[in-house]
């Protein structure tokens, strides 16, 4: 893979950019796991009360698991940046624009890719939902 196009300083910049993108999202995470183990276990409501407490919970839950996801993405970003290879874009070996890592510091594709990405990810969950016709 190709060396990043950005100096040094460029790179700290935008190591300190996904830093704090990362300390803000654990303290997010962190907030809506104490959200989740907290609340009051003693009280019992009626069964609308505990099936609306359950699907708040599970909204809770696979937010936190798309937390977690944009942290590993994070993660990854500051690896490009200690492999010397952050701001290439991964299908098309191009240099992401500074403009759209200066917005997206974890982004892994020039836009045009990101897009051709997108509609192939959509392309292929409309055919997984498709019934089968044989």
């Not at 060396?3 to 809506?32: N, W």
């Amino acid at each position: 893979m190709a060396k990043s196009p950005f100096s040094a300083k460029e790179l700290t910049e935008f190591k300190d950019q996904l830093l704090e993108k990362k300390e803000h999202l654990i303290k997010e995470i962190q907030g809506k796991e104490a959200e989740l183990t907290s609340g009051e276990k003693d009280e019992v409501g009626d069964m609308a009360d505990l099936a609306t407490e359950l699907i708040e919970r599970e909204l809770n839950m696979s937010l936190s698991e798309v937390d977690r996801s944009r942290l590993e993405e994070i993660d990854a970003a500051l690896n490009r940046i200690k492999e010397k290879t952050y701001g290439i874009c991964v299908d098309t070996g191009e240099v992401i624009n500074k403009a759209r890592l200066k917005a997206v510091p974890e982004a892994l594709r020039t836009l045009a890719a990101q897009e051709a990405y997108d509609r192939q990810m959509r392309k292929k969950k409309t055919m997984q939902r498709m019934p089968d016709l044989d």
